[in-house]
C-alpha cells in the first residue's frame, strides 16, 4: 500500500527501490488478466475461479501451502494444463487454451520449479533452445544474458549438469530472457539453493524487474518474496485467500499465522 507500512524488517535497498519507482498504475495498463479460472490435469480440477492480475512493469508473488496450486497456476498461463473455464488475457490478446510455443510468442517467459535446463547441453546450447522459435540466435540477447549473468559467459561450453545448483538457476532464467519477454514466470527460483545465495538471487530477479520486465513468481519462501514484490496473492486449494500490496500481507496477523509461519 504505500511506504508507511513498512515489514518489520528492512528490506534491502533495491527492493525499496522497487517499491517505489516501479508500481504501475493497475487500472489501465493490465498486462496479465486472469479471470474465473478453472483449472486442472486431465479431468481433476485443481484451480477453482482463480483470479489474478500483473500490471506492466510490476512485480507479484503468488505464496501458499504446498500442493495449494501456484504451480499450477503458472502452468495454466503458460498453456500447460487442461483448461476447464474462465480466462487468460496477456496484453490485451485472449491467449486462454493457447499452446506454450504460442505464449511464447506473445511475450511470456517461463521458468518451471524442476527440469528447468538441458543437463546434458552445454550452457550455450541452452540460452540458444531459449531462441528456438526464431530463425536465428539474437546475438544482442545473448550479449545482455551474458552481461546480467557473466558466470555464463565464463561458463559457456561446460554442461550445463556439471554446474552449480544457483549457477542452473541462472541458465534457466537465462534461457527464459533470450526472447526478451514483458512478463517472467518464475516457479520457485531460490528453491534448493543455499542460504547464502537465496539473497543474490533475489537481487537478480529486483535486477530483472528494475529494468522493465513484469515478474510473477512463486515462492516458498514467503516472507521475502513478499517483502521484495509489488503484489501478492496467497493460494489456498486451488482458490484465490487473499491479495493486497506485499508488505500489507506481510504484516496481516490473519496471513502471518495461517500461511507465513507466524
Ligand atoms: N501433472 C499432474 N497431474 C495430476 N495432478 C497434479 C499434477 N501436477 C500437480 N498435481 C496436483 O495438483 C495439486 C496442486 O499442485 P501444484 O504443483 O500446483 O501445487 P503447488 O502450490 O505448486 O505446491 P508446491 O508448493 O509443493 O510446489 C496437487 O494436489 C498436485 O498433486
Ligand atoms: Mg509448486
Do not use: W
Request: with cysteine.
Amino acid at each position: 500500500m504505500s511506504a508507511d507500512t513498512e515489514p518489520d524488517s528492512t528490506p534491502s535497498e533495491s527492493a525499496a527501490a522497487v517499491s517505489q519507482e516501479t508500481i504501475p498504475d493497475r487500472e489501465d495498463q493490465a498486462l496479465l488478466e486472469v479471470r474465473d479460472l478453472d483449472a486442472g490435469y486431465g479431468d481433476l480440477q485443481i484451480l477453482t475461479d482463480v483470479d489474478l492480475d500483473v500490471a506492466d512493469g510490476e512485480y507479484v508473488t503468488i505464496v501458499g501451502p504446498n500442493g495449494a496450486g501456484k504451480s499450477t497456476v503458472m502452468k495454466s498461463v503458460f498453456g500447460l494444463t487442461n483448461h476447464m473455464g474462465g480466462t487468460v488475457i496477456f496484453d490485451g490478446e485472449d491467449i486462454t487454451g493457447l499452446r506454450p510455443e504460442e505464449i511464447i510468442h506473445e511475450g511470456v517467459g517461463y521458468v518451471p520449479q524442476n527440469d528447468n535446463i538441458f543437463s546434458s547441453l552445454t550452457v550455450r546450447e541452452n540460452l540458444e533452445m531459449g531462441a528456438y522459435i526464431l530463425d536465428s540466435v539474437p546475438q544482442d540477447a545473448l550479449d545482455a544474458v551474458f552481461e546480467r549473468f557473466p558466470i555464463l559467459e565464463e561458463r559457456e561450453t561446460q554442461k550445463a549438469g556439471t554446474m552449480s545448483g544457483g549457477q542452473q538457476q541462472m541458465l534457466a532464467m537465462g534461457r527464459a530472457l533470450m526472447l526478451d519477454p514483458s512478463l517472467l514466470l518464475l516457479d520457485e527460483p531460490s528453491a534448493g539453493l543455499a542460504p547464502d545465495l537465496v539473497d543474490d538471487m533475489f537481487d537478480r530477479i529486483d535486477a530483472i524487474n528494475d529494468d522493465g520486465t513484469a515478474v510473477l513468481m512463486v515462492e516458498q519462501n514467503a516472507k521475502e518474496a513478499l517483502r521484495r514484490c509489488d503484489r501478492g496473492y496467497v493460494l489456498a486449494n486451488g482458490q484465490n485467500r487473499y491479495m493486497d500490496d506485499g508488505d500489507v500481507l506481510l504484516n496481516d496477523e490473519q496471513v502471518r499465522r495461517d500461511f507465513l509461519g507466524g
